[in-house]
């Protein structure tokens, strides 16, 4: 059975055949690690792309990925060929980050989708289990993704008491300490932050 253009375009890219896959682009990860793509799909999803491949500015030769892995990077570019990729708790703040660098808002929307939905079920669930929800926080509002960071806090305010606790709580800038003392319901008095953080930090010294 033959593949529709948009599946057998992404076969090649995911087979990363160099012989038959026709590809005019290299990323390349390392000393000896190269991941190969086209063109034609990266640039209309991305004006990043588009300044790196074409015009006075364009990058010659394969183009240096320093900051993600590969495996990470070809997860992104599954999005641009398929418009949609794996998403997962691993690796979905790397995604909103390249979805950021690149400008691929869609793919922002999508991973604060996620992250919605997994909080909302976090929240159902009554569970505290939860790894560095503070952490979590302010990297969703440094990409400014609302919909996610509205959940986050009212995960944080109905297990203040416990996260309070956390050595994790001593390490939350400063801000993030005012956004929840900020908030209605919060199970912890504004008071007790403060002080909590001053009890961890003595503890730790």
């Known amino acids: 059975m033959s593949l529709d253009p948009i599946q057998q375009r992404y076969k090649y890219f995911a087979d990363q055949n160099v012989e038959e896959g026709h590809f005019d682009v290299i990323f390349q990860f390392g000393t000896y690690q190269q991941l190969h793509a086209h063109s034609f799909v990266l640039w209309p999803s991305s004006k990043v792309f588009e300044k790196t491949l074409f015009g006075p500015l364009a990058h010659k030769g394969p183009i240096p990925i320093i900051r993600h892995t590969l495996n990470d990077f070809k997860e992104f570019l599954t999005f641009l060929y398929l418009g949609k990729c794996n998403i997962s708790m691993d690796n979905v703040m790397t995604l909103v ?109």
């Open 97 to 205: 980050d390249l979805g950021e660098y690149y400008e691929v808002q869609l793919l922002k929307n999508k991973c604060d989708e996620f992250l919605t939905k997994f909080i909302t079920f976090i929240l159902t669930k009554n569970s505290t289990k939860i790894e560095n929800v503070l952490k979590v926080y302010e990297s969703l509002k440094v990409y400014s993704l609302k919909n996610a960071m509205k959940k986050v806090m009212e995960f944080v305010a109905k297990n203040t008491v416990d996260i309070l606790k956390s050595v994790e709580f001593l390490t939350v800038k400063k801000e993030t300490i005012f956004d929840i003392a900020k908030m209605k319901n919060l199970t912890a008095k504004q008071e007790e932050l403060f002080e909590a953080r001053i009890g961890l930090e003595f503890t730790l010294d």
